[in-house]
């Protein structure tokens, strides 16, 4: 930024420079930890329970099917100012068949007749299965690269009312 000084005693003055250029204010620092805690706040969907026989019944010994069809998710947020995208995935899946035994996977399950994750019921009786989804994700500040956020976020998923039924084989003659 320059300066004109007024004459001193009688002496003409040249143009100085008092300071140097005021630089462009640096933006705020996005944190990996800042981003975790957005993912942590922005609702993520809890995982809606499928189970196969449908109707909420089930027999003893038999594979009954579960699913959930939870997907990828976008969400943005405004951290500091900044626009902050995040691209959110569900990386784990951890199914409560509610008779005391859980199991992890990495997919969501699968409608009959592909049988990714069932469970054989060894007594009859009600359960209340339930599905846990944790989320990982990616961030981008103001359009930048994309980032993977360190840490992840579970999401407990809703029980659903389950009947465990015995059935009795019978045999039919045909005349």
């Known amino acids: 930024m320059s300066h004109w000084f007024e004459p001193v ?11 140097p250029e005021e630089a462009e204010p640096a ?5 990996n930890a800042m981003v975790l805690n957005a993912l942590r706040r922005v609702g993520l969907p809890a995982a809606e329970l499928q189970v196969q026989p449908p109707n ?9 099917n579960f699913y959930t069809e939870q997907g ?6 405004t951290l500091l100012g900044r626009q902050v995208e995040l691209r959110i995935h569900p990386t784990h899946y951890t199914w409560a068949f509610g008779d005391g035994t859980t199991t992890t996977t990495d997919q969501p399950g699968a409608p009959y007749p592909d049988l990714q994750v069932t469970h054989d019921y060894r007594t009859a009786g009600r359960v209340a299965p339930s ?6 994700a990616e961030f981008s500040v103001d359009g930048g690269p994309w980032q993977p956020v360190d840490g992840t976020v579970t999401i ?4 659903i009312a389950l009947r465990v039924l015995t059935a009795t084989p019978t045999l039919v003659g045909y005349r």
């Open 9 to 19: 005693n009688g002496e003409p003055t040249t143009p100085t420079t008092s300071c």
């Open 27 to 31: 933006q705020p620092q996005i944190t």
């Open 56 to 64: 909420g019944r089930t027999l003893v010994n038999f594979a009954t």
């Open 72 to 77: 990828d998710l976008t969400r943005t947020v």
């Open 131 to 136: 599905v846990d989804t944790t989320y990982s």
């Open 156 to 159: 407990p998923g809703e029980t």
